[in-house]
């Protein structure tokens, strides 16, 4: 199958705000038959992973169900639970929902597909102190960024993509130490179905009435192999790939997989 979404086609690989609008009715995309059934599983084994809420969040995340029960057209199935959690067992997208307090900070949010982070790692903190990580984000783009947020309307829905290239292919990835102690297993001729590229497709809106803003995570994986074949696309990604900065690889731990990606660019005709 070919990739949904092909970010580093589409760019310099380089950090980048991106987010541009996208129709309302576009904002999530669907396509996955059960999402609390994976959801509630990671629930019942690393709930401090993959949920968390701040004290007096619980209105605001009402709002975001009424959201994505409008968009969805499904009515939460277990209104006993965080309004956030019931309507995140209705999407395949992770929610976060972001409040302005001294800052746009995390309220609540189900994480059950994270690259990299936990639920309990980011709660409560600021834009500021969650991109800190970020090589440049501070001097770039937060001041812009906070005000994207501040200047959100209804009706009004954001979208970006960023990519990396990992050994998995689970959505659920709080650490990267356990994935990449395994990359030296890959044997040359296997990076094809071994490596994966990880697409983030996110959104930016806010919930009615402005008591907050929710951000959609959704992650998307394709095997490498699945660049093969088109040649314009493989060449895409190669230029991306050979062309990335050094904070971006650095970044994203992109060194360890170079011989084996290029192994396979090669083998592919690039
Ligand atoms: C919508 C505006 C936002 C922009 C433009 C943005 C931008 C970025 C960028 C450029 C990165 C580096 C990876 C990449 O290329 O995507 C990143 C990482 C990250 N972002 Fe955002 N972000 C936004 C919103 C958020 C929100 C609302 C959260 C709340 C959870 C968040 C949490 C994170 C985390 C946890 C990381 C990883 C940081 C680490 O390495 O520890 N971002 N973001």
């Known amino acids: 199958m ?3 979404h092909t970010p580093w086609a589409e760019a310099a690989a380089d950090f980048a705000i991106g987010l541009g609008p996208i ?3 576009d904002w999530l995309e669907g396509g996955e038959a059960d999402p609390a059934a994976r959801k509630d599983a990671l629930m019942a084994t690393h709930r401090d992973l993959v949920w968390a809420e701040t004290p007096g969040s619980r209105a605001a995340q009402a709002q975001v169900l009424a959201m994505v029960e409008a968009a969805t057209g499904r009515a939460a199935e277990r209104p006993d639970l965080p ?10 997208d992770d929610l976060v929902l972001m409040q302005r307090s001294d800052a746009w900070r995390v309220g609540a949010l189900s994480l059950s597909a994270p690259t990299f982070f936990s639920a309990e ?22 001041k812009r960024v906070e005000r994207i947020f501040d200047g959100l309307r209804d009706g009004l829905v954001l ?11 689970d959505l659920f990835t709080p650490r990267p130490a356990p994935i990449r102690a395994r990359i030296g297993q890959i044997g040359p001729g296997e990076a094809g179905e071994a490596l994966f590229l990880r697409v983030e497709r996110q959104t930016l809106r ?8 929710v951000f959609t995570i959704r992650v998307w994986r394709d095997p490498l192999a699945s660049l093969a074949g088109d040649a314009a ?7 991306a790939w050979r062309q990335a900065t050094p904070a971006f690889r650095a970044y994203k731990g992109l ?15 690039e």
Not at 83 to 92: F, I, Q
Not at 233 to 239: D, E, N, P, S, V
Not at 255 to 269: K, M, Q, S, T
């Open 2 to 4: 070919s990739p949904r």
């Open 23 to 25: 129709p309302e009715a």
């Open 83 to 92: 309004p956030l959690y019931a309507a995140s067992r209705l999407v395949a």
């Open 121 to 142: 790692q980011v709660i409560g903190r600021s834009l500021a102190e969650l991109h800190g990580p970020v090589p440049g984000f501070a001097e770039r783009f937060g």
């Open 159 to 169: 979208q970006r993509r960023n990519w990396t290239l990992v050994n998995t292919d």
């Open 206 to 213: 806010r919930a009615p009435g402005g008591a907050g803003v």
């Open 233 to 239: 696309r493989l060449a895409a990604f190669a230029a």
């Open 255 to 269: 060194a360890p997989y170079d011989a084996l990606v290029e192994g396979f660019l090669r083998a592919a005709g």
